[in-house]
């Protein structure tokens, strides 16, 4: 959640100004979550596999709490794939 929130209020502090490439702090943190996708990916599938949930209504709001982390960080991870290739193709 934090890494989310300084990646869309646009936090400007640059942590490193002395880089090679300095990056805007909200730049790393969507680096960060494109880079946890397969970490957090991995773990919400064995979560899934070791605790099976309940079927219903309660069942599906956990899934639906286990997924979220991980599908927010597929989003960045396809985002970045999509900012590489129109970067290849110009």
């Not at 989310?4 to 730049?27: K, Q």
């Amino acid at each position: 959640m934090v890494l989310l929130g300084i990646f869309f209020f646009r936090v400007p502090i640059v942590p490193f100004p002395d880089a090679m490439l300095p990056m805007p702090l909200w730049e790393l943190a969507g680096n960060w979550l494109a880079m946890g996708t397969i970490p957090m990916g991995a773990a919400t599938v064995l979560f899934l596999r070791v605790f099976p949930l309940q079927k219903g209504r309660k069942g599906l709001w956990k899934r639906a709490g286990i997924l979220c982390p991980c599908a927010v960080c597929c989003v960045f991870l396809i985002f970045h794939i999509a900012l590489w290739v129109s970067a290849v193709m110009i």
